[in-house]
């Protein structure tokens, strides 16, 4: 009889055993952790940690997940005492609850009780269960045992603290501490922590009596009834255990309200969209992502954008975008993608930032930069704002008139076309387009397809791309790319100008006036502290887009406005449709910011001064009249002695020049302004005609002072087609630009004299044969012109 019962008991320690050793394996194999078993929402911040947006995860709830670490231990404590205060002391499942919930229900006919643990709501919880018939208590129950058996206790607390249910489809402590109070967990006061405790047990009764008290203009509701009393009830039991004072008391008689979730932040929605579209590409989202943005400056941009149209909607000018950015590390601080995101009549969706629009003017400063660089020009250099042709391109001005001689500066800041375009016309490696590209311009087509074009907006970019190339200005000549997060690497960036041609542009720039300002020269400022501002106009063909871009501070700032299906507006003008706009923006900006200054610079070292003749931009001869100074690069700027202001001895009684040797009594020194004949004729037109130099006497004349001829016509580039059925019409224009003193201009065609011709005329030549011939215009200095004419015969 002992032997049997000795063997009874061996077997039942055996039994045992093996159950023990089967109970701890399960606990040590690796299971998937709880977290990973659900998909989370993201919350998006700004640089502040000011909340943005709080995503939907995947299964559309609002759920942040978060480590039982970062939860404060009140929060823990309120919550195992609302919910199950033996939760450290039960397998998953508390029969005295069960039996208790299950009297009242269906022997006492009272309210449904469940009597469920923590564990038994996790598992309801996590697997959907219906638990509201004796069959789904016990899976329940089965559930709740797997669950402990599998996992550590606080892997259960932090999961259920991570998937309780706090309305609607918010689920979590997380997410409903950001949602209702607008703070995270760790930052909880004992009341809120209190409330957050006592609302997953009847989340939806409990909201109900809350959110309906106040109206809808308003964002937070105070606690309702329900929930005023199921947190004063926790309160006295937490008082009972954890103590408390008078002060705390009248803590918890204070109001509180809760923030409606229809009222969660929609902030910055295109920078956002943005940003969690590119992050998705990479990868899946985090539970949290940390903007640059700034939603200080990202709502005094939107402010600006709606007064604004408000006061231009009768011009029909009803959508704006704006982007600014900090250029010292890249971060954007504010994008304004639309008007308004939430108006389909403006496709209000579309980012208008990263749309690809012709930016018209903008790209200029970036023609006269590359200039400098190849020692084209310095910013006094005079140019030609003339009637031009580039072969087969005519450019005009946006007026329709032409100024003459105007120097780099003034012809930037005043927006003139011809001179800019001379200007790419001789820009070598790299070209704007070479440049373009090498910035990361996205999308352009061939070279061949833009031709001079590019420069007055022929191509397209994006106010993004236009952005960093302003921003590029504004670090001295290194291209770095736009930065959205604020774990984004700062990029080292590569250079693409000099840190001299960027400096002289800027100081270029400097000189635009504001539009209520308009004193050419005078340079737009802002603040009190006269805070210099760079910046530039745009306005692309048939007035589809109107722009301003521009630096003031360390901030970049691109201003837009037009129509997203690229309808004109003669409204739309970027002086009159953007620059307004832009001010606005900048003057809002620094009203806020007394502090506003420009980040500390040094002057390039290869920078100095010179003294400059104004009419020429070349050094003053002892005749100039006006002088002035600019910025040049020795060894490459281009500067020569003027020759533009010439002394000459004119004999008193005939008016001619006088021969030497000079008679005092009948001869006087005086000085003539020497114009080629081609700005003559802008000066005349314009109603102010320059005095002519007189005519040469019989003396010899050693050399001449002035510029050779330059043809005009024939264009450079263009092949001429001959008709044999019109032979009177296969004639081809020939005329050049010469110098004031010039009185004739001789042409050859291959060494065969063709005829002569006086300043201003044209002279008609019948190219006798197909093929190539070398043009010569030779004017009556000595001076000499070169062109090659390609003529083809079209049938």
């Known amino acids: 009889m002992i032997v049997v019962v000795h063997r009874r008991w061996r077997r039942r320690v055996l039994v045992a055993a093996v159950v023990g050793l089967a109970l701890v394996a399960i606990r040590l194999w690796p299971h998937l952790p709880l977290s990973a078993q659900v998909p989370e929402s993201t919350a998006v911040y700004d640089a502040d940690g000011r909340l943005l947006r709080l995503v939907l995860s995947r299964d559309d709830k609002y759920r942040l997940w978060l480590p039982l670490v970062q939860m404060p231990p009140q929060l823990i404590a309120a919550v195992q005492l609302q919910e199950d205060q033996w939760f450290r002391w039960h397998p998953g499942v508390n029969p005295l609850s069960l039996l208790r919930g299950a009297y009242e229900t269906y022997v006492a006919r009272g309210p449904p009780q469940g009597g469920s643990t923590l564990t038994m709501q996790l598992a309801r919880l996590m697997y959907r269960l219906d638990t509201r018939s004796p069959g789904g208590k016990l899976v329940q129950v089965a559930r709740a045992l797997q669950l402990e058996l599998c996992y550590s206790k606080d892997a259960l607390l932090e999961a259920y603290l991570n998937l309780a249910p706090y309305g609607g489809n918010i689920e979590g402590v997380g997410a409903a501490s950001l949602i209702y109070f607008d703070k995270p967990v760790a930052r909880l006061t004992l009341p809120e922590t209190l409330v957050l405790a006592v609302l997953p047990q009847d989340p939806s009764r409990r909201l109900r009596s809350t959110l309906a008290n106040g109206d809808t203009e ?23 255990i954890h103590g408390g004072d008078a002060g705390l008391d009248a803590l918890l008689r204070l109001p509180l309200s809760l923030r409606s979730p229809s009222a969660l932040p929609y902030a910055a929605p295109h920078a956002v969209d943005q940003l969690l579209l590119a992050t998705r590409r990479v990868g899946a989202l985090p539970t949290r992502l940390d903007t640059t943005l700034d939603l200080r400056l990202q709502r005094t941009l939107e402010r600006q954008i709606e007064g604004f149209l408000q006061m231009q909607r009768e011009r029909g000018i009803d959508n704006a975008a704006a982007l600014l950015l900090d250029s010292r590390d890249m971060a954007v601080k504010a994008l304004v ?100 590209k090498a910035a990361g311009i996205s999308r352009m087509a061939s070279e061949r397809h833009y031709g001079l074009a590019l420069v007055l907006g022929g191509g397209e970019v994006t106010m993004q791309e236009l952005a960093r190339l302003y921003a590029m200005l504004a670090n001295r000549g290194v291209m770095r790319p736009l930065r959205f997060r604020v774990d984004a690497p700062q990029a080292q960036g590569v250079r693409l100008l000099s840190d001299a041609a960027s400096f002289m542009v800027m100081d270029m720039l400097r000189h635009n006036p504001r539009p209520d300002d308009g004193v050419l020269g005078q340079g737009a400022q802002v603040g009190s502290r006269g805070l210099p501002v760079y910046w530039k106009t745009g306005t692309s063909w048939a007035f589809r887009d109107a722009w301003a871009a521009g630096v003031f501070g360390p901030y970049v700032l691109v201003v837009w406005s037009g129509h997203f299906d690229g309808s004109g507006n003669p ?19 620094a009203a806020q910011d007394s502090q506003l200054a420009e980040p500390a610079w040094t002057l390039p070292e290869n920078v100095k001064q010179v003294e400059i003749c104004l009419a020429s931009g070349d050094l003053p001869n002892a005749e100039c ?102 032979p009177e019409r296969n004639r081809i224009a020939l005329s050049a630009s010469v110098d004031a003193g010039v009185r004739r201009l001789f042409w050859f065609a291959d060494n065969a004299y063709l005829g002569h011709s006086a300043p201003g005329e044209t002279l008609f030549w019948q190219a006798p044969h197909v093929g190539t011939s070398r043009l010569r215009a030779v004017d009556d200095q000595g001076q000499v012109d070169e062109r090659v004419v390609k003529v083809e015969v079209m049938e």
Request: proline share 9%; net charge positive.
């Open 571 to 589: 409204a739309l003008i970027g002086a009159q449709a953007a620059a307004p706009l832009f001010f606005r923006i900048v003057d809002a900006i």
């Open 218 to 240: 308003h964002s937070s509701r105070v606690l309702g009834h329900s929930l005023v009393a199921a947190r004063a009830r926790l309160y006295q039991r937490w008082r009972a």
């Open 625 to 726: 009249p006006q002088r002035g100074d600019t910025w040049f690069i020795p060894g490459k700027s281009p500067i020569r002695v003027s020759a533009v202001h010439r002394a000459l001895m004119i004999d008193s009684r005939s008016g001619t020049i006088a021969c030497p040797p000079y008679d005092p009594l009948h001869t006087r020194r005086q000085v003539f302004e020497y114009w080629p004949s081609d700005l003559a004729q802008v000066f005349a037109q314009a109603g102010m005609p320059r005095r002519k130099p007189p005519a040469a006497a019989d003396c010899a004349i050693v050399a001449s002072d002035g510029d050779p001829p330059r043809i005009d016509s024939p264009l450079r580039g263009v092949t001429y087609a001959l008709r044999r059925s019109q």
């Open 337 to 436: 993608g639309s008007a308004d995101y939430f108006d389909a009549g403006i496709a209000g969706q579309v980012n208008g930032t990263a749309a690809k629009r012709s930016p018209g003017s903008t790209l200029k400063p970036f023609v006269y930069a590359l200039g400098i660089d190849q020692g084209v020009l310095h910013p006094r250099t005079v140019l030609r704002d003339v009637p031009t042709a580039f072969g087969p391109f005519s450019p005009e001005n946006f007026d329709g008139r032409f100024l003459g001689p105007v120097n780099a500066t003034d012809a930037l800041i005043r927006s003139r076309n011809i001179p800019a375009v001379q200007v790419a016309a001789r820009l070598a490696s790299p070209n704007l387009y070479g440049f373009l």
